[in-house]
């Protein structure tokens, strides 16, 4: 079983549309769940990240976990084309940090 | 925000020569950075883990002979592709740990001739 796992799409939503992405893992006792985004042929960039179970929203981005479910999400209000992009999940755990492979998400205008 | 600068951005080379690409954080100490490779449409691969003043630590199949990794100091680690080969062309990119997660590089592209 990976240990971070995402649905690598693609991913397309209209603009102006909720984008939502999902993300599970594998070890009970992560600590730290972060969502990157990454542009074609860039790094990937921090969004967000989240401690606690619950949503974290900041701007038109909202975090959710749920540690009971092993999830979680990354919600993307009013969709962009800018926004079209790999989104990796990551997982800190232990002193390790593993990514997902990623979703892509394509905002169609 | 913590930044690590890295260079080159992109750097083309001939079979068999070597490459080396540097990262250095800017406004704050990396004990400890990570380097990760990317092939095109694939998700970061982590390589290995290198750690200020000793021994870096490779992935498993990661070639340690080949993969020469040196953190000399807090705020600079270095990674160089030795002997060159168009199969290494990838998306290099480092990263360090910071208090909010990890912040990467700008990513260097290696591209083999």
């Known amino acids: 079983q990976k240990e971070v796992e995402q649905n690598s799409g693609p991913l397309s939503v209209p603009e102006g549309a909720i984008a939502s992405l999902n993300c599970t893992y594998s070890?009970?006792?992560?600590?730290?769940f972060f969502w990157y985004r990454q542009y074609s042929g860039k790094s990937p960039e921090l969004i967000m990240f989240i401690y606690s179970n619950g949503d974290k929203e900041d701007g038109r981005f909202t975090a959710q976990l749920n540690k009971a479910s092993q999830y979680v999400s990354l919600l993307i209000r009013d969709s962009q084309p800018s926004d079209s992009a790999t989104y990796l999940c990551a997982v800190y755990y232990n002193n390790d940090m593993r990514f997902g492979a990623g979703t892509r998400l394509t905002v169609k205008p | 925000g913590a930044v690590v600068s890295q260079h080159p951005s992109r750097v083309i080379c001939k079979s068999g020569t070597s490459v080396k690409i540097e990262c250095r954080s800017l406004d704050f100490q990396a004990t400890t950075m990570f380097w990760y490779r990317q092939f095109p449409k694939q998700s970061l691969m982590l390589m290995a883990t290198s750690n200020e003043g000793s021994k870096a630590t490779y992935e498993q199949g990661v070639e340690k002979d080949k993969f020469l990794i040196n953190h000399a100091s807090l705020t600079l680690s270095t990674l160089t592709v030795t002997s060159a080969h168009p199969e290494d062309s990838s998306f290099y990119i480092c990263?360090?740990?910071?208090?909010?997660?990890?912040?990467f590089g700008s990513g260097t592209r290696l591209t083999v001739v």
């Open positions: 070890d009970r006792g992560s600590q730290s």
């Open positions: 990263s360090a740990m910071v208090n909010y997660g990890y912040t």
